[in-house]
DNA sequence: TTGTAAGCGTTATCAA
DNA sequence: TTGATAACGCTTACAA
């Protein structure tokens, strides 16, 4: 009695006397049935509890609808934040997503693009940087990057410039007469170099005096140690000058911020900050960090709409080669809080 | 020329001499082979440059290694870093992830249930809520669910209780004199309601003066405003007292904290607080707060290593209903920090 | 150690 | 509008 396991489209037909055919249409072209034959075949496989395989519709239709995504991690919020809104394009896409973590190893990482290709993913969407994009563009499938290097695959990323040209303009609005950059070292082809290169191309238009800090901070102590000596330097660099500071990152913000509060017990008036990426650091600074919005929605619902169309192209022209790469970019925002516009009366009550 | 897609084990067989199987074997069991006809086949892979198709041995084999994982969202750092530590356990058991995500919508997400069947699942991770246990019980699949009602599922748990107790506990030897809770209404079912349990009883035992404070805090600005309250009646109850005060979570307790410096541009000596997590939000803070951290890696792996160990018995006796569900506690950290442990050295510098 | 042949549960191509 | 039949690319008895 109980031999066979699973309802099958078989069975289906069996019970309906229809053919499997009959029923594959039922779910793919339901109105090429008469309503009569809809109903009947509803009710049967209501009666005979049965349940979709998707794997053998994949292995006969070639559709996998997977996308593959491979992330650095989960632990810095800019990229927690993007996999949430990758994976919300379910709803309007329907791929769902096969993700993978890579800490930088490019061996590994091939590695899990082989596995990727192996479970037939109709696209990828990178955000690692282990591997050249000249490499991925060999693979030959639609490929989208996010915020890596990116000169031979399509890609979406922020305009760091424009945002480094935001923040820089709006501390020289509020009259800052020395003005500091702080970031780790970049390299020219990631996008995030283009925060760097707005600040100092801003300064040097504007000519304002400034001074760029290129320091590796890997963790937490680390950085603070480094700030904390930035911090003095910048002090003995500009006594008594309104100083204005933009921050790579909201983490690193934020700890500026909390050197300078434990020192003073308040804000002091003549630093301005502004940080980037919006993140949770800035918002629930005991300070709210004025900050560099990357609009990760935006980033994230454009790569995968791009990368949605270039999998059809693909699937329409399986011969020609992957279409030229596009590169699309997104404008960054700036959002002011107390670091930047400080509110006299707040700090008196 | 151009009319094969794709490189086959019929392929490989016709351009090597050997047959379907033997190259199958190749893969599943090359022992079976001599070393010499392993060469040959290797070579050939190479040479007509092979690419594995899991799909069509998932159909042939019904072994999917797929997991599903529901979560509801990864804005917050728990579940972000749990997904990430889920995710890293590809590395040692090798299943891959079908993630949703769940915003609280119950038929959403059955609807993501049924795709996940749909694609042929071997067990699913479960951390939202919408759905009770009981109905998940039902769908006779393994399942492990991590920090939500259990009550018809196996489970992974923090051991919320004892984490309530370490926290009230540290408050308690440093001698406060009254002891506050303060936390989201929480329903009994939900395994963190031993939060609110743990203080109850630690306080009820040691007859130390206490109260709960149990608001729903759902965005920045409500907490805010709440906790702005809660601490003016804190502040009214018992002034001149020493006061410990133990937050359901850190977010919150890094408001508290703010409001705190904020008005007295330090933190005042007679306020002892215990967030609950380990988030960023706690170590970043202007005074590092001490909290309870939830393993999360251990949970993690745990409730891999039981899904796992799940799937393997549901393999071998398919028609036995679903074993017993087992509930797993993991014990939680007490990680003392400036909010607790003040060096009263510190404040000088 | 290797091969034959029958699945796995769909979709796709022709016909009717 | 419906059906027969051959894919899809692999695994798995059962044989040899």
Same mark, same amino acid.
Request: with cysteine.
């Given at each position: 009695?109980?031999?066979?396991?699973?309802?099958?489209?078989?069975?289906?037909?069996?019970?309906?006397?229809?053919?499997?055919?009959?029923?594959?249409?039922?779910?793919?072209?339901?109105?090429?049935?008469?309503?009569?034959?809809?109903?009947?075949?509803?009710?049967?496989?209501?009666?005979?509890?049965?349940?979709?395989?998707?794997?053998?519709?994949?292995?006969?239709?070639?559709?996998?609808?997977?996308?593959?995504?491979?992330?650095?991690?989960?632990?810095?919020?800019?990229?927690?934040?993007?996999?949430?809104?990758?994976?919300?394009?379910?709803?309007?896409?329907?791929?769902?997503?096969?993700?993978?973590?890579?800490?930088?190893?490019?061996?590994?990482?091939?590695?899990?693009?082989?596995?990727?290709?192996?479970?037939?993913?109709?696209?990828?969407?990178?955000?690692?940087?282990?591997?050249?994009?000249?490499?991925?563009?060999?693979?030959?499938?639609?490929?989208?990057?996010?915020?890596?290097?990116?000169?031979?695959?399509?890609?979406?990323?922020?305009?760091?410039?424009?945002?480094?040209?935001?923040?820089?303009?709006?501390?020289?609005?509020?009259?800052?007469?020395?003005?500091?950059?702080?970031?780790?070292?970049?390299?020219?082809?990631?996008?995030?170099?283009?925060?760097?290169?707005?600040?100092?191309?801003?300064?040097?238009?504007?000519?304002?005096?400034?001074?760029?800090?290129?320091?590796?901070?890997?963790?937490?102590?680390?950085?603070?140690?480094?700030?904390?000596?930035?911090?003095?330097?910048?002090?003995? &660099? *500009? !006594?008594?000058?309104?100083?204005? %500071? +933009?921050?790579?990152?909201?983490?690193?913000?934020? $700890?500026? /911020?909390?050197?300078?509060?434990?020192?003073?017990?308040?804000?002091?008036?003549?630093?301005?900050?502004?940080?980037?990426? &919006? *993140? !949770?650091?800035?918002?629930?600074? %005991? +300070?709210?960090?004025?900050?560099?919005?990357?609009? $990760?929605? /935006?980033?994230?619902?454009?790569?995968?709409?791009?990368?949605?169309?270039?999998?059809?192209?693909?699937?329409?022209?399986?011969?020609? !080669?992957?279409?030229?790469?596009?590169?699309?970019?997104?404008?960054?925002?700036?959002?002011?809080?107390?670091?930047?516009?400080?509110?006299?009366?707040?700090?008196?009550?």
């Amino acid at each position: 009695m109980a031999r066979k396991q699973n309802v099958t489209f078989a069975d289906i037909a069996k019970y309906t006397n229809f053919s499997k055919t009959t029923i594959s249409r039922y779910f793919n072209n339901p109105d090429s049935l008469t309503e009569k034959n809809q109903k009947i075949i509803a009710d049967a496989l209501e009666k005979l509890n049965y349940q979709e395989n998707k794997v053998a519709r994949i292995l006969a239709s070639g559709q996998t609808e997977f996308v593959g995504v491979i992330i650095p991690n989960l632990f810095l919020h800019y990229y927690s934040e993007m996999l949430d809104r990758i994976l919300s394009t379910y709803e309007t896409f329907g791929y769902k997503f096969l993700v993978f973590l890579s800490n930088g190893d490019a061996d590994t990482e091939r590695q899990y693009i082989q596995e990727l290709l192996a479970y037939k993913i109709e696209g990828l969407i990178i955000l690692s940087h282990a591997i050249p994009s000249m490499e991925l563009a060999n693979l030959h499938i639609p490929i989208v990057a996010i915020e890596r290097e990116d000169a031979h695959i399509s890609s979406i990323n922020t305009d760091n410039y424009m945002g480094a040209i935001q923040a820089t303009s709006l501390l020289y609005r509020h009259n800052c007469e020395v003005l500091f950059h702080i970031n780790n070292p970049t390299a020219k082809s990631i996008p995030a170099y283009g925060r760097i290169e707005g600040f100092e191309d801003f300064c040097r238009e504007q000519q304002i005096p400034h001074r760029i800090f290129l320091h590796e901070m890997k963790d937490q102590t680390a950085s603070q140690e480094h700030l904390k000596e930035i911090l003095s330097e910048i002090e003995a &660099d *500009s !006594p008594g000058r309104k100083k204005g %500071i +933009f921050v790579s990152n909201d983490t690193h913000a934020s $700890i500026l /911020v909390n050197l300078l509060v434990r020192k003073y017990g308040k804000l002091p008036e003549d630093y301005l900050i502004v940080g980037f990426d &919006d *993140s !949770p650091a800035s918002r629930n600074a %005991i +300070f709210p960090i004025s900050t560099v919005a990357q609009q $990760i929605d /935006v980033l994230a619902t454009e790569a995968v709409k791009l990368l949605v169309e270039q999998i059809e192209e693909h699937k329409n022209s399986k011969h020609t !080669p992957v279409s030229e790469p596009v590169h699309k970019m997104i404008t960054p925002v700036l959002i002011r809080r107390e670091t930047t516009e400080r509110d006299p009366l707040a700090e008196n009550d």
